[in-house]
């Protein structure tokens, strides 16, 4: 990280799904369907730090919503300090939003419709491929190491209990992302 990109790397955001039963509520039913996944599904914004351990998750939303609107509304942009660095993957197309906290996204250029980048767009791009490979694999630990996130839940998990401001699914994946930080890291420290 520090090599690619200083010291100023504040997080490496990407989202994830879980699988789900599916609702009988017709509207519930399309707001979980996943074009992505071809299943009802719960996504859920991860945010990693340069050291490997999540320093973000955000609380769920319907597998339909886009990675932009998630990343917009969820509460994680809050959290952005003056020059910090967020790399994320293209479907985060949110420089705006991210600058308006005076941060910095970095994502891989686009490709579609040019027949070769620049040299200059190529190696940025290798570089944040390079690092940003890290959250992916902290996503599937996740998801190996912790059992229920490998099923499909049932539609009990997404709703709220009287006197409760989480539902059982968005405590789940907070647990199963602690236990995952208390564990070795997947970046190797130097």
């Not at 959290?79 to 910090?84: G, P, Y």
């Not at 190529?122 to 996503?139: D, L, N, P, Q, S």
């Not at 009990?156 to 995952?180: F, H, M, N, S």
């Amino acid at each position: 990280f520090k090599k690619s990109f200083g010291n100023k790397v504040a997080v490496i955001i990407d989202c994830f799904e879980v699988f789900i039963d599916r609702p009988s509520n017709l509207k519930a039913r399309a707001e979980t369907w996943s074009n992505y996944k071809h299943h009802n599904t719960m996504k859920f914004l991860i945010g990693i730090a340069p050291q490997g351990g999540v320093s973000f998750i955000s609380k769920s939303w319907g597998g339909r919503v886009s990675d932009k609107y998630l990343t917009e509304h969820c509460g994680f942009l809050d959290n952005l300090v003056h020059d910090d660095i967020v790399l994320a993957d293209r479907g985060f197309d949110i420089p705006d939003s991210v600058g308006y906290y005076c941060a910095t996204l970095k994502i891989p250029a686009f490709t579609k419709g040019k027949s070769q980048l620049p040299a200059l767009k190529v190696e940025t791009t290798r570089k944040i491929a390079h690092v940003r490979i890290h959250v992916e694999r902290v996503i599937g630990l996740v998801r190996r190491k912790y059992q229920v996130l490998q099923s499909t839940l049932p539609v009990e998990y997404l709703i709220k209990k009287k006197g409760e401001t989480e539902a059982p699914i968005d405590k789940i994946v907070r647990v199963c992302c602690a236990l995952t930080n208390i564990c070795d890291s997947i970046i190797p420290l130097e």
